[in-house]
């Protein structure tokens, strides 16, 4: 793990991008073609997940925190690609904050 990446600094990508994941897959819900939207909460879904788990390896200092922050950025960016191709705000912010939080668990595994 990098020591000169900010810890806190991670766990909070982590954790916003977690909440803001939660909250795209329930307004997806919510969208006119739901079927259209199916990819979308899955991989939403899983990012959430994800990013939680990686906030709490991090805060304990597990031993697979490197390599949990490496599947982390991978599920981010596989979220931030599906919800980048929505024009809903809610889709654009959670891709953002996926984006984000892949920059940070990079770092943070370097």
């Known amino acids: 793990m990098n020591n000169s990446v900010n810890i ?3 766990v909070t990508a982590c954790t916003l991008c977690s909440v803001t994941c939660s909250g795209c897959a329930s307004a997806c819900l919510s969208e006119d ?12 879904i899983d990012c959430a997940d994800i990013c939680n788990l990686c906030a709490k390896a991090i805060q304990r200092k597990s031993a ?3 390599e ?3 599947i982390c950025a991978k599920a981010c960016d596989y979220c931030a690609d599906e919800c980048g191709q929505h024009e809903a705000e809610h889709c ?3 891709a ?3 984006r984000n939080c892949a920059d940070a668990c990079r770092k943070m595994a370097a």
């Open 68 to 70: 949990i922050c490496l």
């Open 96 to 98: 953002k904050a996926c």
């Open 8 to 10: 806190p600094e991670c």
């Open 33 to 44: 073609d739901i079927r259209m939207m199916r990819e979308c909460v899955r991989r939403c």
């Open 64 to 66: 697979l925190s490197q």
């Open 92 to 94: 654009q912010e959670c």
